[in-house]
Nanobody
Framework: QVQLVESGGGMVQAGGSLRLSCAAS????????MGWFRQAPGKEREFVAA????????HYSESAQGRFTISRDNAKNTVYLQMNSLKPEDTAVYFC????????????????????WGQGTQVTVSS
């Protein structure tokens, strides 16, 4: 069992930066792949980024590529999402997720791949 708690959300102006954190409890964190998703009002939850168990392999959505960076610290049981050059369209509730496999595949872009979810943290980008 893995419990996930996100933090670091807030309000920022367009062009600004935020770093989200996701603290995990449970013995399986270091063997889990981790992901970030987001959900804007009235829209489906969408994939943002994922990182494999060792922190070496990453995958990003087209909208996140080049602006966001996912990383993890297995000693601290924490995964991060550094978000730069934020845009108003990045406004959403951001969720972290964990799986039981550890490696990345195309399936990580789907919500059904992930076994555990956090409660989300709100990110609001003003123009």
């Amino acid at each position: 069992q893995v419990q996930l708690v996100e933090s670091g959300g807030g309000m920022v102006q367009a062009g600004g930066s935020l770093r989200l954190s996701c603290a995990a409890s449970g013995r399986t964190f270091s063997s889990s792949a981790m992901g970030w998703f987001r959900q804007a009002p009235g829209k489906e939850r969408e994939f943002v980024a994922a990182i494999n168990w060792g922190g070496v392999v990453t995958h990003y959505s087209e909208s996140a590529q080049g602006r966001f960076t996912i990383s993890r610290d297995n000693a601290k049981n924490t995964v991060y999402l550094q978000m730069n050059s934020l845009k108003p369209e990045d406004t959403a509730v951001y969720f972290c997720a964990a799986d039981s496999l550890g490696t990345l595949s195309r399936a990580v872009t789907t919500t059904t791949h992930w076994d555990y979810w956090g409660q989300g943290t709100q990110v609001t980008v003003s123009s």
